[in-house]
């Protein structure tokens, strides 16, 4: 029998309506922008097919060429401006919803959490990309 790791959540307010924050979490040329969990990583390449079954690559870099991996996977379920499900190439499983409320757009990820790295390592890594994402999109 499969067990399934420990679930976290990382999650966040967005100061923006619904619609943009559904483009800009699915856009490639926004992803790139903003999906790295420090200063000195980047996204040089992202691939993004969001519906049911599609498919998703996002290249994550050190800006010094020192390291680099590609984090993609396929989606399970993807309900416009409210949900998405995917299953990573790792077999691990996320869950997003997207909660509107006028201008703003709640954002709640729970991801299965690997056993390669402490808790609070993950917690902090996904936290970060999702403030990176929340700082891009109320700015630009």
């Known amino acids: 029998m499969e067990t399934k790791n420990k679930m976290i959540t990382v999650e966040a307010t967005v100061n923006a309506p619904v619609a943009k924050v559904w483009a800009y979490w699915s856009a490639p040329k926004h992803i790139t922008q903003w999906c790295q969990a420090s200063p ?3 996204a040089p390449k992202a691939e993004n097919d969001l519906r ?4 998703f690559s996002t290249t994550m ?3 010094d060429g020192s ?3 590609d984090f993609g996977g396929v989606y399970d379920d993807v309900v416009e401006h ?3 499900a995917y299953t990573m190439g790792d077999g691990r499983t996320v869950d997003i919803t997207f909660t509107a409320s006028g201008d703003q757009t709640h954002v ?7 056993s ?3 808790e609070e390592m993950q917690r902090g890594g996904w ?3 999702l403030d990176s994402f929340k700082n891009y999109t109320e700015t630009n």
């Open 127 to 129: 936290q970060a990309i």
């Open 52 to 55: 049911t079954g599609g498919t």
């Open 108 to 114: 709640r990820e729970t991801f299965e959490m690997e």
């Open 82 to 84: 409210q949900h998405i």
């Open 67 to 69: 390291m680099s991996f």
């Open 116 to 118: 390669m790295n402490p």
């Open 61 to 63: 870099a050190a800006k």
């Open 40 to 42: 000195d990583w980047h």
